[in-house]
């Protein structure tokens, strides 16, 4: 009887192990919903806007523009707010990738995003050191944020506690 119950108890162990190793299915975080409270509660200029992907003549072509490659992914989400006017007043983007690779190059297309706003050397001195001060990139597993903003660090910090 002893022998059997230690058995159970064995078998009880090993599954309790085994569930504990499965993979943890990712939170899923509503992008959309963050977008807006990055607005609410960080001054953006009121030249930031959200790019339209829908629209094929303006919206996809500025999305190219500013994170080439980008429009050709296959994406579970994609947030992205740019200044319609040539000096940039900061930016942000968030991206909901299908797999850690397709993450990795969205993360990729990002710090692009950010090399080219502070070295091509075409923008506005002052837009140069807000990229160069203020621009991060931020990733938690399939989630990747660009953020361009003096309040970069705590948006960072909110962006992390989603998850």
Known sequence: MKK???LCTAAVLCLSLLSACASKQEKQVDLAAFAQTLQDDHEF????ERVDLTDEEFGA???ENSYPGLKDMDLAQVEVYLSMVSFNTGE???VQAKSAEDAAK???IFEGRITSMTEEGMNYPDTVEQWTKSAKVAD???YVMLVCHPDVDAIVDEFNALF
């Open 140 to 142: 938690n597993g399939s």
């Open 61 to 63: 072509v500025m999305l």
């Open 92 to 94: 942000f983007a968030l």
């Open 45 to 48: 200029s009121g030249f930031v």
């Open 4 to 6: 059997i119950v230690s």
């Open 106 to 108: 969205v993360k990729e």
